[in-house]
């Protein structure tokens, strides 16, 4: 699995902007802001653009080692993250990249 870190991989090509989608739960952490206009070529790089903004929600995203935390679900439009490329997936401008916190019940 890919972890996270200052300088994640990237894709060749610019970098493009996209929004970031954040749940209610996050978005103290974010100046109450619901979407984050954010700029990378991946996943990885949104985040680290996101981080670098508010960087009260690294805690929140990443684990100890830079790897998406176990019950933080990343989307890029509707396919999760991590069956496509982990980190290293590709966004497109005008991509939006959702966060989502894994529900459990019982």
């Known amino acids: 699995m890919t972890t996270f ?3 994640p991989p ?3 090509g610019p970098s493009v902007s996209v929004s970031v989608r954040l749940p209610t ?3 103290p952490q974010a ?3 619901s979407t984050v206009a954010v700029s990378g070529r991946t996943v990885g790089e949104v985040l680290a653009d996101l981080v670098g903004m508010h960087p009260d929600l690294r805690s929140s995203l990443l684990d100890s080692e830079g790897s998406l935390r176990k019950f933080v679900n990343v989307y890029v439009g509707d ?3 991590r069956f496509l ?3 290293d997936t590709v966004v497109a401008a005008g991509n939006e ?3 989502l916190p894994a529900v ?3």
């Open 10 to 12: 990237t894709a060749t």
């Open 25 to 27: 739960v996050l978005r």
């Open 104 to 106: 459990a019940g019982g």
């Open 79 to 81: 396919e999760d993250v």
């Open 31 to 33: 100046s109450g802001q």
């Open 5 to 7: 870190s200052a300088t």
């Open 97 to 99: 990249v959702a966060i």
């Open 85 to 87: 490329d982990g980190l």
